[in-house]
């Protein structure tokens, strides 16, 4: 299977539409208004935007209930407003990514408003009731004058597509085969909804729940081969188009079709264990089965960095070649890498190895400002899966400025998407644009120095000398990366006498001589050897 070109340079950003930028002034962010700062995100540098989801849908989950796969909301703008937006960012080198909702849609949706009333349709998984009324475990009643109730996906006006079941049970007759009609047209569909928005100029998607498909799967192995056969189409009539996974877990999800895949906070043999080991204070966004044990970026210096990075060679083990993991900074379903008690004093350490590790780093909107996660946010389309775990902390407006709308929205702060963050100090692109020594500097030069550096990017070697207090590794042949998490001073004693020739590239406080490598709190170093 061929790989774009593009892809192992990529520097993803995620935008989350209805909270970036608003052009219109009805308090929700639309397409228009990432148009109008993408010459922001070009100076920045990065080069690859994923927007979630933009189609049309009733927004009870956030536009995660699509409605109508072909069709931009009109609280997002048009068709056309995407395309011009695909048109602009590509004349400044930025591709743009859609989130493709494969699982699952809407309640809402015409297929399945036809379902529900006609026995003979099998784009869900419907079963009849039991002879006294009830029905399985899992499925939910149906909204119209078909008996039964259907399985959904996630939420329960989520119905669960039909791809078919791995197994069969003579117990369970719902159970179709993935060959089966209902399957089958699903299978199509998906090709018919990506080639659609592939023509107006997207360049890949990311797939929600994609592990999700074809259910009682063991091992995923037709949930592989149905994501392979979409593979194989693409590489065929668009070998320049990316699909990346919400899986979790790089090593199957790569093998099964996939370009690459993200460690996040879920999936995977350890339940997303790799990426909370890094960022996960239990702060926010958090559940009471998750292990109870300290980030690696903790400031008491009390996690491990070897649960990820065990991952990490897992993975690229499994799949043959680096390239493959992305690494995100937080995404709209997790806390932001600056959630209280994290300091913003963290920050630059937390970028410099997110831009350094060789993998793909994914950076979602405001962390490159150090935007926090807002506590105490009610409830919005969605938004809370556990009594601590609110998504909407994590989606406020974006901080442009330090007005009152933050540069987001003109419109009145009762109309806004989420409130603006109430801290009177609360971080902003104007005032960093300005001041050289800001972390948004900090994170453009980062990016360059990765684009410009060929031992930065994914295919280079990584050689980790120390997995603790302070992180050092080198990359390549010329790079070496020193990493202090901590709010305390720490030393490292090392074999390598040829390092105390080393060229700073970028520092903060770390020093490097033929024995030892101290470095300061929350300090980092990148270094030429």
Not at 288 to 300: I, L, R
Not at 365 to 393: C, H, T
Request: with cysteine; glycine share 8%; hydrophobic share 40%.
């Amino acid at each position: 299977m061929s790989v774009p070109s593009w892809l192992s340079d990529a520097v993803l950003y995620q935008i989350y539409p209805q909270s970036f930028a608003d052009s219109d002034g009805d308090g929700v962010g639309d397409l228009a208004g990432v148009a109008a700062h993408l010459d922001h995100l070009a100076w920045l540098g990065v080069n690859t935007l994923w927007l979630n989801p933009i189609f049309t849908s009733p927004m009870r989950d956030a536009g995660y209930d699509v409605a109508d796969y072909f069709t931009v909301d009109p609280r997002y703008g048009t068709n056309d407003d995407l395309a011009a937006l695909t048109d602009k960012a590509r004349g400044l080198g930025i591709r743009i990514l859609l989130d493709l909702v494969a699982g699952h849609t809407s309640d809402q949706h015409p297929w399945f408003t036809t379902s529900a009333h006609d026995p003979d349709d099998h784009r869900y998984i419907w079963v009849a009731p039991r002879a006294d009324g009830t029905l399985p475990d899992q499925f939910v009643p149906g909204t119209g004058t078909r008996p039964g109730g259907y399985l959904p996906n996630f939420f329960d006006f989520q119905p669960a597509l039909n791809f078919g079941y791995a197994r069969s049970n003579p117990d369970e007759p719902w159970r179709q085969s993935v060959d089966a009609n209902g399957p089958r047209a699903n299978r199509a569909a998906l090709r018919e909804i990506m080639q659609h928005w592939l023509r107006l100029g997207v360049s890949g998607f990311r797939a929600d729940m994609a592990a999700s498909l074809v259910k009682d799967d063991p091992g995923k192995v037709e949930t592989a081969k149905l994501w392979t056969d979409i593979r194989h189409w693409l590489d065929a009539t668009h070998p320049q188009a990316a699909l990346l996974a919400e899986w979790g877990d790089p090593a199957v999800s790569v093998p099964a079709g996939f370009h690459a895949d993200f460690f996040l906070q879920f999936g995977g043999p350890a339940d997303g264990a790799p990426l909370r080991s890094l960022w996960h204070n239990r702060a926010a966004t958090d559940r009471d089965e998750w292990a109870s044990v300290p980030c690696f970026f903790d400031a008491e210096a009390a996690g491990s960095f070897v649960t990820f990075l065990d991952a990490y060679q897992e993975a690229t083990r499994t799949i043959g070649e680096p390239g493959h993991v992305v690494l995100p900074t937080a995404n709209h379903d997790f806390a932001r890498l600056h959630t209280a008690p994290r300091p913003a004093a963290q920050l630059p350490a937390a970028f410099a190895f997110h831009l350094t590790f060789p993998t793909l780093p994914a950076i979602y909107y405001g962390d490159e400002i150090g935007m926090r996660y807002v506590p105490d946010l009610p409830e919005l389309e969605g938004s809370v899966l556990a009594p601590r775990y609110n998504r909407a902390g994590s989606r406020t407006p974006m901080q442009w400025d330090d007005g009152p709308g933050a540069g987001f929205s003109t419109a009145p702060a009762d109309r806004l998407y989420l409130p603006v963050d109430p801290d009177p100090a609360r971080p902003h692109v104007a005032a960093q644009r300005q001041d050289p020594d800001s972390l948004l500097h900090l994170v453009r030069d980062l990016i360059a120095l990765r684009a410009t550096h060929a031992d930065l990017r994914p295919a280079a070697g990584l050689e980790v000398l120390n997995p603790g207090y302070p992180l050092v590794y080198l990359r390549g042949e010329t790079v070496l990366v020193v990493i202090n998490p901590g709010a305390r001073p720490v030393t490292f004693g090392h074999d390598r006498p040829e390092l105390a020739a080393v060229r700073p590239i970028r520092h903060t406080g770390v020093r490097v001589s033929a024995r030892v490598i101290t470095a300061d709190p929350f300090a980092f170093g990148i270094f030429n050897h």
